[in-house]
């Protein structure tokens, strides 16, 4: 089993409508977990970082649940922009291994 | 303020074929990773480099091998290249254990094997 596990989607949505992502992982040493947005044919770049206490960049939230070992990513008000692969990242304290789950596709259409 | 600079953007090669990509990261990162990209698998990790002098095996490194030659230059050689190695290859650096520990990416080798 992958430590960081996404459902690859595709999620197809309207614009205007919020969709959410979730990516569950198996580490609970984990410590420290980001998004990342990769657009086609480019290379995955920082959406933004997941705190325990959540995360919100304008119409980006991102959440850390321990508990249930997931992390979740919300995007309000969908542009036709936020199309693209969404990537989540486990970067533990005491490993050099940073992991990825394979991607979630998003879709935003008209 | 270049970040992680990869090359070649892209290249062809013939089966049995060397080739060596390199990457080289300007932000005194101490990890530097190799992943390469297929359809509906994500990125999965080839060779990592935790610091300088160290490299280690990621999760798929048969038919490839790495020299971390000083802090910056993280380069992955394919000795015998095989359509199986058909990819996109990304460099990516960090530094773990820091305040912000995320990862930067090279703008990728998109490498086919005929």
């Known amino acids: 089993r992958k430590e960081v596990e996404q459902d690859p989607g595709p999620f197809n949505v309207p614009e205007g409508a919020t969709v959410a992502f979730n990516c569950t992982y198996s580490?609970?040493?984990?410590?420290?977990f980001f998004w990342y947005r990769q657009d086609c044919r480019k290379e995955p770049k920082l959406l933004m970082s997941v705190y325990s206490s959540g995360n919100e960049d304008g119409r980006f939230t991102a959440q850390l649940n321990r508990a249930s070992q997931y992390i979740s990513l919300l995007i309000r008000d969908s542009k036709l922009s936020d199309s693209a692969t969404y990537l989540c990242h486990r970067e533990s304290g005491g490993s050099y291994i940073p992991t990825f789950g394979r991607g979630t596709s998003l879709i935003v259409h008209p | 303020n270049a970040g992680v600079t990869q090359t070649p953007k892209f290249q062809v090669l013939k089966t049995g074929q060397s080739m060596t990509l390199q990457c080289a990261q300007d932000m005194n990162h101490n990890s530097m990773y190799w992943y390469r990209q297929d359809p509906g698998m994500g990125l999965r990790l080839i060779y990592y480099s935790a610091s300088e002098g160290t490299t280690d095996k990621g999760e798929v490194p048969n038919g490839y091998n790495v020299s971390r030659l000083n802090k910056r230059e993280f380069s992955l050689r394919l000795e015998s290249a095989a359509p199986s190695q058909t990819s996109v290859y990304f460099c990516?650096?960090?530094?773990?254990?820091?305040?912000?520990?995320?990862?930067?990416f090279g703008q990728g080798t998109r490498l086919t094997v005929v």
């Open positions: 580490n609970s040493a984990s410590q420290s």
């Open positions: 990516a650096s960090s530094a773990p254990g820091q305040t912000n520990t995320e990862a930067f």
